[in-house]
């Protein structure tokens, strides 16, 4: 059973940066698709940004690109790794519970921001952003 752990979240004003992190075993970064996805209250849970395997590609969700990053860390001692979101420019709409997601289902080359299609088979336990002034 693949355990990912979300971190970084927290209480952040307009226009200000997160950076949150999804640890994971080291070698999921290129066996695994990793994806992150968010789920504000009353709302669907939507797609973020993901990674392919091995970061041969990566994609956004038009609602965040130019301000979203995905990357993958690895340890020096390559033990873990994270899948990391860079969020910048922040606006009180980015405000959700964000979850990391693993898949061994997608194609390697591809990745898939649809969240409720069963695409992902784990899923950490997600980590809340809130962005207010």
């Known amino acids: 059973q693949l355990q990912l752990v979300e971190s970084g979240g927290g209480l952040v004003q307009p226009g200000g940066s997160l950076r949150l992190s999804c640890a994971a075993p080291?070698?999921?970064?290129?066996?695994?698709?990793i994806g992150w996805f968010r789920q504000a209250p009353g709302k669907e849970r939507e797609g973020v940004s993901c990674?392919?395997?091995?970061?041969?590609?990566?994609?956004?969700?038009?609602s965040v690109k130019g301000r979203f990053t995905i990357s993958a860390q690895r340890t020096a001692q390559k033990i873990n790794g994270t899948v990391d979101l860079q969020l910048n420019s922040l606006t009180p709409e980015d405000t959700a519970v964000y979850y990391c997601?693993?898949?061994?289902?997608?194609?390697?080359?591809?990745?898939?921001?649809?969240?409720?299609?069963?695409?992902?088979?784990?899923w950490g336990q997600g980590t809340q952003v809130t962005v207010s002034s």
């Open positions: 997601a693993a898949s061994r289902i997608l194609h390697p080359g591809i990745c898939s921001l649809e969240a409720d299609k069963g695409l992902y088979e784990y």
């Open positions: 080291e070698n999921t970064l290129d066996y695994y698709t």
């Open positions: 990674r392919s395997r091995f970061g041969i590609r990566t994609k956004s969700a038009d």
